[in-house]
Structures are given as structure tokens and as C-alpha cells.
């Protein structure tokens, strides 16, 4: 959801809605960012139960935490939230994979959105660049969440 051509999405209609983050512990400051935004979008969305927060050591043991949240019948949604930045070996491209299949198949496999608000960049300013920080361009956190929120508010229909 970056750029131009970005959906408006409908996150009114959310109030009774529970939602858990994960959050990762790597690049504090980055990742505070990431979940004081999708803080925020909570407050937008009017959620009145007040999220569970779930912090893990790294990016790779996201999908574990959302898999037992999203299987515990507890959550309307999960958001995922973290940062790999490239360093100079091959690691990047498989923690970056292996996040994102993992996340992926918790998402399909239970029916509950996963908001991926993982960033995956080159270097730390991009990180910033989509962080929520003042100055940054874009708010990952925020989005990841309202997008969770939006296909929970969706799916609600079906159930």
C-alpha cells in the first residue's frame, strides 16, 4: 500500500473488533515507530478493547506468535510488525522470505487477516522513510493495521 494508487480504506464500523500486535525488538526506535502507528490506527478505527501487544526477539519469529494468536479464537486480526534492513550476506533474502511465507500461510490457513507491516529495506534511511517518525514519508504501522482492520471488517460478513 505505498505510493500513488493506495486504497481509502473503511476502518468505521470497527469498535467491537479484537486485534493483537506482534512486534519485533531489532532497530528500537524503527520498530516503536512501527507500533505507535498501528496504534493509532486503532484509535482511528474506534477499537475499544485495548490491543494485546506481543514482542518477540526478530523478524523470524513473527509468523510462530501470529500463528498461536490468530489459532487462540481470541482475534478479529493480527498485525505483524518489524524491520529487516540488508547487510552484506545472503541472510536478508532468507529471513525476508521466510517471514513473509510464513505470515502468508497463517493468513490463509486460519481466515484471520495478518497486517504485514514488516519493512524490508536497504538500508536504514528507507526504514525511516516508511516509519511514522516525524519526517518520515509513509506510516507502515498505520497501514498494516487499518488493512487487517478493513479485511477483518470485510470478512466479518462470512462468518
Not at 487477516?113 to 517518525?133: H, K, M, W, Y
Amino acid at each position: 500500500m505505498s505510493g500513488a494508487g493506495a486504497p481509502q480504506l473503511n476502518i468505521s464500523g470497527a469498535a467491537d473488533l479484537r486485534v493483537a500486535i506482534v512486534s519485533t525488538q531489532w532497530h528500537v526506535a524503527l520498530a516503536d515507530a512501527l507500533l505507535a502507528g498501528a496504534l493509532r490506527a486503532v484509535v482511528d478505527a474506534g477499537i475499544t478493547a485495548e490491543p494485546t501487544i506481543v514482542m518477540v526477539p526478530g523478524a523470524f519469529e513473527l509468523p510462530v506468535a501470529a500463528s498461536v494468536l490468530a489459532r487462540s479464537g481470541t482475534f478479529d486480526a493480527v498485525v505483524c510488525l518489524g524491520l529487516v534492513i540488508r547487510g552484506g550476506t545472503p541472510h536478508f533474502e532468507y529471513v525476508c522470505q521466510g517471514v513473509t511465507n510464513g505470515i502468508t500461510q497463517v493468513s490463509v490457513e486460519t481466515g484471520i487477516p495478518i497486517g504485514f507491516g514488516v519493512l524490508t529495506c536497504d538500508n536504514e534511511q528507507q526504514a525511516f522513510d516508511r516509519s511514522g517518525l516525524p519526517g518520515s514519508k509513509e506510516d507502515k504501522g498505520h497501514e498494516a493495521m487499518s488493512a487487517a482492520i478493513a479485511t477483518a471488517l470485510v470478512l466479518r460478513q462470512f462468518r
